[in-house]
């Protein structure tokens, strides 16, 4: 934020630029124009309102028409108004001139001449111009932001020598000591009179004038003049001791004085404040100047001083701003008056209240021009006062007052030129009294810093740099200077000196103690404040945050040096234990914050000293410089020369410090090095202090450097990255890891480190290619708390999507996180493998991408479901989506990779027909629920992997992805592979595909295995498309049903016989000769099992025989199983030759008959009840038979085989799995076609759900028989209790 202005100025900047009226001739009234109202007579009130705005402003800039030329005599009438304020003030109306007594205009007014040498009211009213004090060479650095321009009429030509400015010194001296001798004696003689309307403010008639304002402004002029030529030593001593007294004594007249709340208050009362300040600004000038007598600096005086500046601060300016101390030095203004409060005179009608509380009242409290006068004196004061810490060391008593009174000003807001100054006083007692220094920073830690306002109300007004959105906080600009000035090079007796010298790198030792003392004094405040926002209104972690903000700000400038010095030990605190080995875990949780917000800015600006390195290695060619050391010795002195440099510093103070802090840096390092290398002598040690005495001597005398501001701030900037700060970077980030363990910060603190550590690599990305990096966030994402692994996946979310290689490195992390426990870790994964991995062109690994999305497409979190779905569908279905522009043939090739990359994701075993739990089928089933765009698309993309699929076989490649991706479309919409011109194109083109050669005995297990899921795949897809077909090709039909017939009797995997089964039960229904086929394939082979079962009774001897019949009798009664469960409805009413070939009763007694054999085998047993399992399912009224019942029974007894338990119950699984297949259809196609339109034509939504809604129990539907089987015998109740 840009320092406030101060607005109430009497003295601006921009008036002597505008374009503003010249007076001709002074203001006059004529009889016409009189108003009737001002023929009244005027309350005294009024006039003296009118005449305190008169004379607070500034007419300086108003030239009259001739220079030095009085305008013509007025006789016209004026108002009584007029006349009122000319009987306060006869020269309330007169021009005056910025630094120059006031012009008065004669005129008469009811017959009187005022004499323009007459002292009146205005002459040292409340108007007196501060221009002559605030535009002078002491304005505080906000002054630098203004504008240069031209010299103000204060600024006067400089007389040609130093005795004529003596001489011009002496007579203003002589003529204020003549008037103070006069008015004394003629006190003595009359003694005290009456205050009469004819006599001057002062109490004193015309003949016996006392020194005013403008007589001491005339000798700060001369003072000003002789300070800049270092003159005033010239000066004769006991002509100053008189002057001093002189102004002593009218600064005691002005000594405990009040200034009012309003202009009607006493003027004569104000004018002797604004007296009384402008003597002692002449004081502190006086002796502020260096070789004054010794004589000058009387106690008294000085005492004097400091209380005059502690009570007008207190109790003239600073109560108008702050509510606590207006209640403790003048709590009369905090009661309701009706000058003082704006917002209830503005409402008419409305009550004054009490006010609760003085905080509450101080804000709408007006600060009256008088305190403003007060103010702008103040300032110049107290930067006088720093300067007079140079010329004369004062009690400590002293400056304990002075420096208590300077932290009460940084206390209270609204004042920024004031903080501003009484900041630079504090700097000055802290260089020039080290015994004060700990005081004062503990004063500071205690009494100012609790006070800093923080958040939107942090004001930044102290400037740094020529930009002027560059400005920081008071205190900080406080601290960094007051570390820069406690820093001084030892003292040297001259070059030979070889006496015992001590550790002379201590010369820097204070800066580092007292930057200890600073933060450590700021972290101890963190145990009571809270890690996220603090209670109270003083937030310690915002104040913190605030302060090292500022010194990240100032460090690379080189008027700042200390700014590096004291963020190093604000980051040595943080990782003490005050810091991250503090015990309680809240201010751990700071100090990585804090750590994080440094680190973040110290990365940023090795960015920007990357960005500078080109220039700076051409810099450094230009000096001839070749290595490294001797160019970082340079490029240092280099900023000492410009520092040095008057032209381009215009704080001077500022600078020398700096100078002096570098100085001793340059020293110390320079020290240490040589220490390092070889043993220096006493003496050797005594000669490098006095070649850098010498050093520092030849640049306070000034120098030219060709350096700018601009390349001095880029060179001051790779400086810092060339030391401590810079190289120690890469520690904050180890903190920040380490920060991150379980094993030692608590999950919260572990969860701020995560954070810290993104706020960093949000700044400098390539952090996150780095391997500690990497075992940091990998960790986190394995951490206990979801915090913590939420915020690891938010630090690769925002970087990794811009970067194909962080988004590689960290793939599989992200893989990890799309399956963890919590739902918001698993949400964001998700989101963040969409953006960076799955929706970048050409990332190589975007098919496992797409799989590790799938496994969410059946999450708990239904949020989770719909983001997976939204992501394939906008992959490959929307129109206008992510595919846009892609080729149905790109798509689909996307899409076969995924399909196959999840098919072998899950089990080992061959796992076809693909389950509804699939991901991918559930994916694209709720992708094509709506029958739009997205079925154009569908068919687009079926009918391209169809292509795929011919082109694989033809060119002998891997047809199996497209056929898996193509199966899977037909299960989530058979439609899409049914063209309307040709519905049954797919059946054949695939058909040709069934026919299986002979077995090739060099085939390996995995290839035949490959063979039978691309039969698995082709079956699938024909068998879909068969149940929807309305009819097929003779020809087609005859050979399908050939190479159907061939597969269930020879196919050696028993996937491949169930699913040519249900092929041939689906042509079945299509073509009479497949039925034909079907029931002579059903007759063949349970003639078989009658063949086979006395072979049970009487086994083979041979073990290679009985193994080989148990074999086949296991294979046929599968098949026999496989026709029932798909064929069954047409097996019934299907004969080739008599009655129909199935008859459900004399099935089951054949099935019961193998499994109720005594000698059969386990693995004949087992066939058995799959057989019965397959029956069930057909038709589950076969449960309610006795001898079924018995025989499920007898296979969950606890003696019976294992394998035979959970053949039931798999039996049974796929009963109920069948039955909710069935009510799926049947409620989709009864909400399809069943529309009830009520008397309205809408249909009711009660009646749809009553047909929809199946009837509790199955209560007549014979459909639910086997769920009804199963509550009635509770048989996995047994079966549970059994096993528990």
């Not at 529309?1235 to 007549?1260: F, I, K, M």
Request: hydrophobic share 40%; with cysteine.
């Amino acid at each position: 934020m840009l320092p406030k202005r101060l607005s109430n100025l009497s003295q601006t900047d921009i008036a002597p630029l505008l374009p503003l009226p010249v007076v001709y001739e002074p203001m006059s009234v004529s009889p016409a124009d009189e108003l009737s109202s001002l023929e009244t007579s005027y309350e005294p009130a009024v006039a003296q309102h009118v005449l305190a705005l008169l004379q607070s402003c500034d007419t300086s800039y108003i030239v009259p028409k001739q220079a030095g030329s009085l305008a013509p005599n007025v006789t016209a009438p004026v108002s009584k108004l007029h006349q009122a304020i000319r009987r306060l003030d006869p020269g309330a109306f007169d021009t005056h001139m910025a630094g120059r007594p006031r012009l008065p205009v004669e005129a008469s007014v009811a017959g009187e001449t005022v004499s323009s040498n007459h002292l009146t009211p205005a002459a040292v009213g409340l108007n007196a111009a501060t221009s002559d004090s605030i535009s002078q060479s002491t304005v505080c650095p906000v002054e630098q932001r203004k504008p240069k321009r031209t010299r103000s009429a204060v600024e006067t030509k400089p007389e040609s020598s130093e005795a004529d400015l003596v001489a011009g010194f002496n007579q203003s001296m002589q003529s204020i000591l003549a008037k103070q001798q006069s008015h004394q004696d003629s006190s003595q003689e009359d003694g005290p009179q009456e205050i009469d309307s004819d006599v001057d403010i002062d109490g004193v008639k015309e003949s016996m004038p006392k020194p005013g304002i403008q007589d001491i402004r005339a000798l700060k002029n001369r003072l000003t003049k002789l300070a800049l030529t270092h003159s005033v030593h010239l000066v004769q001593s006991d002509q100053l001791l008189h002057l001093l007294d002189s102004l002593d004594s009218t600064m005691q007249q002005g000594d405990s004085l009040l200034v009012g709340t309003c202009a009607q208050d006493d003027i004569q009362q104000q004018a002797q404040i604004l007296l009384s300040m402008e003597a002692c600004m002449a004081c502190l000038q006086i002796l502020a100047a260096p070789g004054m007598p010794k004589q000058a600096y009387k106690e008294e005086l000085i005492d004097r001083l400091v209380g005059l500046v502690r009570f007008q601060l207190l109790h003239n300016v600073l109560v108008f701003y702050d509510a606590a101390l207006c209640q403790a030095h003048r709590p009369e203004l905090l009661k309701p008056d009706e000058d003082d409060y704006d917002a209830q005179e503005a409402q008419p009608g409305s009550k004054k209240k009490t006010p609760k509380s003085a905080k509450k009242c101080i804000p709408m409290l007006r600060v009256p021009p008088s305190a403003k006068e007060v103010q702008n004196r103040l300032v110049v004061v107290l930067q006088l006062m720093g300067q007079l810490m140079t010329t004369v060391q004062l009690q400590h008593s002293t400056l304990l007052t002075l420096s208590r009174v300077a932290c009460q000003t940084l206390t209270v807001e609204g004042v920024d030129l004031l903080q501003i100054k009484a900041a630079g006083l504090l700097v000055a007692i802290f260089q020039h009294c080290p015994p004060l220094q700990n005081t004062l920073m503990e004063d500071v830690l205690t009494q100012v810093l609790p006070c800093v306002p923080v958040g939107k109300r942090c004001p930044r007004a102290y400037l740094v740099g020529d930009e002027k959105s560059a400005s920081i906080q008071v205190i900080v600009a406080m601290l960094v200077q007051m570390i820069q000035a406690c820093v001084q090079l030892p003292v040297s007796s001259g070059q030979d000196d070889s006496s015992e010298v001590t550790d002379l790198r201590d010369c820097f030792a204070p800066a580092v103690a007292h930057s200890d003392m600073f933060w450590h004094g700021c972290f101890d405040r963190f145990p009571s404040a809270k890690a996220q926002k603090s209670d109270s209104d003083l937030d310690v972690k915002q104040l913190v945050e605030q302060i090292i903000l500022d010194l990240l700000r100032i460090q690379n400038l080189p008027a700042w040096p200390a700014a590096g010095t004291v963020l190093i030990r604000c980051i040595n605190a943080l990782g003490g234990p005050k810091g991250l080995q503090h015990p309680d875990a809240s201010v751990r949780q700071i100090s990585v914050d804090l750590l994080g917000l440094i680190a973040a800015q110290l990365y940023k600006d090795a960015l920007t000293a990357e960005d500078n390195q080109a220039w700076l290695m051409q810099f450094a060619a230009s000096d001839g410089e070749d290595s490294g050391s001797e160019a970082h010795m340079v490029a240092q002195h280099l900023l000492l020369d410009f520092l040095a440099d008057r032209h381009q510093q215009k704080d001077t103070a500022l600078s020398l410090s700096a100078r002096t802090f570098l100085t001793c840096r340059l020293f110390a390092d320079e020290l240490t090095s040589l220490r390092a290398t070889a043993a220096l002598t006493q003496q050797q040690q005594a000669q490098l202090l006095v070649k850098y005495h010498n050093t520092s001597e030849q640049l306070e005398k000034g120098l030219v450097c060709d350096l700018n501001a601009g390349e001095a701030s880029r060179l001051s900037a790779s400086l810092v990255q060339q030391g401590p700060l810079g190289t120690g970077r890469k520690g904050l980030l180890t903190w920040l890891i380490g920060a991150a363990d379980n094993t030692k910060q608590v999950a919260t603190t572990r969860a701020k480190a995560i954070k810290a550590l993104g706020s960093v690599a949000e700044t400098d990305p390539r952090l996150l290619a780095s391997s500690a990096v990497q075992k940091g966030v990998n960790k986190a994402l394995q951490d206990d708390a979801v915090s913590v692994r939420e915020a690891a996946v938010d630090l690769l979310g925002k970087h990794i999507s811009s970067s194909q290689d962080l988004a590689l490195v960290y793939f599989d992390v992200l893989a990890t996180a799309v399956r963890d426990p919590g739902t918001s870790v698993r949400k964001r994964a998700v989101n963040i493998m969409w953006e960076s991995c799955v929706k970048q062109p050409g990332f190589p690994r975007a098919t496992q991408a797409c799989v590790h999305i799938l496994t969410r497409a059946a999450d708990p979190e239904e949020s989770i479901q719909k983001l997976v779905t939204k992501v394939f569908h906008n992959l490959w279905f929307s129109p206008d989506g992510l595919g846009e522009g892609l080729s149905p043939q790109s798509r689909a090739q996307q899409l076969a990779e995924v399909a196959v990359a999840v098919y072998e994701a899950g089990c080992s075993a061959i796992h076809l027909p693909l389950e509804s739990s699939n991901p991918l089928l559930a994916i694209l089933k709720q992708a094509l629920e709506n029958q739009g765009a997205e079925q154009s698309v569908g068919q687009a993309l079926a009918t391209a992997l169809l292509e795929s699929v011919l082109q694989a076989v033809d060119t002998e490649a891997d047809s199996f992805p497209p056929l898996i991706a193509l199966h899977a479309f037909c299960l989530a919409d058979v439609s899409l592979c049914m063209p309307p011109n040709d519905p049954a194109s797919f059946a054949r083109c695939l058909a040709p595909y069934l026919k299986v050669a002979p077995p090739d005995p060099a085939i390996t297990n995995d290839e035949r295995r490959r063979a039978a899921e691309r039969l698995l795949c082709i079956l699938s897809i024909i068998s879909s498309l068969l149940g929807k077909l309305d009819r097929l090709a003779s020809e087609a039909a005859q050979d399908l049903e050939v190479d159907l017939v061939q597969l269930i009797n020879g196919h050696h995997y028993v996937q491949v016989v169930s699913g040519a089964a249900h092929a041939l039960c689906c042509l079945a229904r299509l073509s009479p000769s497949a039925g034909q086929r079907l029931a002579a394939l059903m007759t063949l082979y349970l003639g078989a099992l009658k063949q086979k079962h006395p072979l049970l009774l009487d086994p083979p001897a041979e073990p290679a025989a009985r193994q080989t019949n148990d074999a086949h009798i296991s294979r046929f009664l599968f098949i026999v199983g496989q026709l029932v469960r798909h064929g069954a409805d047409i097996l019934q009413h299907t004969a080739t030759s008599g009655p129909p070939t199935l008859d459900i009763c004399q099935l089951l007694d054949t099935l019961l008959s193998f499994y109720n054999l005594l000698q059969g085998s386990l693995k004949v047993k087992e066939k058995a009840l799959e057989g019965l399992g397959l029956l069930f399912v057909a038709h589950p009224a076969a449960l309610l038979q006795p001898a079924a019942t018995a025989a499920m029974r007898q296979a969950l007894q606890l003696s019976a085989p294992t394998a035979l338990k959970l053949k039931v119950l798999s039996n049974l699984l796929e009963l109920l799995k069948s039955e909710e297949e069935g009510l799926k259809v049947k409620q989709k196609e009864t909400g399809e076609t069943v529309q009830l339109p009520d008397q309205a034509g809408r249909a009711t939504a009660e009646a749809a759900t009553s047909l929809v809604v199946p009837v509790q129990n199955g209560e007549g539907d014979i459909l639910n028989l086997s769920a009804g089987f199963i509550q009635v015998h509770m048989l996995l109740r047994n079966m549970s209790g059994r096993h528990m």
